[in-house]
């Protein structure tokens, strides 16, 4: 009997290999949440929510029931609506400007980093207009955003700083926690993220406690008390379930950053001059939710990996800008070039807890032969600079 046939040699991220590593644990969670009944609320969320808030080194942290979720109601806490512009970055998931969209303010994009594809910060001075209300930096493939010089011009406009740090459980930026910057900051619990649960998930978390109530109402049909409804609000709490499994996984969460850790190390070791490998800025502590690479001819290279079994990914194939659902925001194709071209050329390798050392070294080979065969074995430099 056979059930691998279609499986890669080597999957794009293992969440069958994290389950049985937890089985006994998240099994055991399961049922004490289906014997105990309470599945709305209750323990298990309030518990979470402070243990995660501990984690984050943050006093608040409010379940809801997805990153996009979380974003939202971010927002929505600090009154961002219509006639309001939030500035975020080209080069991101879809989620973060839908999430701006959905409150009726405006997304306004700026360029990412040529080196890093996260927010450039030099670009947000010309993006700022008097209905600037929110910056939303986005710490991208577990990458920390240059938070200093994006502080600084957040302080001098008195902007409100809301973090995408769906993708970022755990990095660290000048030794501080991303999620502690901003006002508020956003994490997604989506399962393949590196603290992700078995259905949607996300958290808002904030050092103040009334943004963090008001998000806690939003969440919860805007009641302070049962059937007393303060405001319109919405259902979009965390589930008890999650919150008792996402309680489980919290505790390998530095475990598992760390083997991420120990995984890029290797990719950059191995990894074969002709691609281009991330950059660490120093003074950066990223979790390496993505492995992104980059090399001129990715649609080859990654044809010829899903041939050698090996699964990739691109994150993301089409900028904001140029996605249908955000025409109505005006921009057109040049408009970030540094995004545009990146969108081109990255390609995101393997890259989960389980991950071992042969499959990495299997990836680099791969990769090697593919340049050899296309008569590049050297030329571009590894690292940009
Ligand atoms: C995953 C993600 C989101 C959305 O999170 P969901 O939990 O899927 O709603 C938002 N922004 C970024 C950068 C993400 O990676």
Redesign the pocket.
Known sequence: MSTTTNQPRVPFVDLAAQYASLAAEVNAATERVLRGTEYILGSDVAAFEQEFAAYCEVDHAVGVD??????ELALRAFGIGPGDEVITVAN??V??AF?ISYTGATPVLVDADPITHNIDPSQLAQAITPRTRAIMP???YGQPADMDPILEIARRHDLIVIE?A??AHGARYKGQRVGTFGHAA?F???PA?NLGAYG???MVVTNNAEVAETVRRLSNYGQREKYHHDHLGYNRRLDTLQAALLRVKLQHLDEWNAARRRHAARYAEVLPEGVVIPAVPEDIEPVW?LYVIRVPERDALRAFLAQRGIATGIHYPVPIHLQPACQDLGYQRGHFPVTEEAAGQILSLPMYAELTNEAIDYVATSIREFLAQSGRSAGLARVAD
């Open positions: 997805s990153g996009t979720s979380a974003l991101t998931f989620a973060t999430a986005v710490h991208l995408d769906c993708q956003a997604s619990f989506y993220k949607d998930g996300g939710h």
